[in-house]
């Protein structure tokens, strides 16, 4: 029989093993998260949203998925001599205490085969993979049109 003492302990030997950043499983956030609903049948949509590291070192994501899509990736908008270009965006560092913003025209999500219907109101996963191995959950709102900001 095993003991609740030797538990505590065992767990408390494990957590000393793991590394720092693995402590704070729940610091990374995704907030006001959203997709744009595609017009009629298209292949991908675009999905905004704040990522906040409420972690006390900086993280860094480098994957995306959902179970929705087929295929998920982190992209940025520019406008380089007046020529909108999008590339994709490998890692998204993301500092101790602080939040980027994915935006129209900005850093978004690429939502590409979409593998369910979308429709306005509903909701798809989404899973941001970190440098250090964690997961990050949240859900996305399928909206026609862009949520309204907050007065300031």
Sequence with gaps: MITKPFVCVLLAMCAADAPAAAAEPSCVTVREGWVRLPPGSAPMAAGYGVIHNGCKAPVTVVAAGSKAFGEVSLHETTLVNGVSRMRAVERLPIAANASVALKPGGLHLML???????????????????????????MLIIRADAPRSPAR
């Design 112 to 138: 590409m085969q979409p593998e369910v219907p979308l429709k306005n109101g509903g909701e798809v996963p989404l899973r941001l993979s970190l440098e250090d191995g964690r997961k990050i959950d949240a």
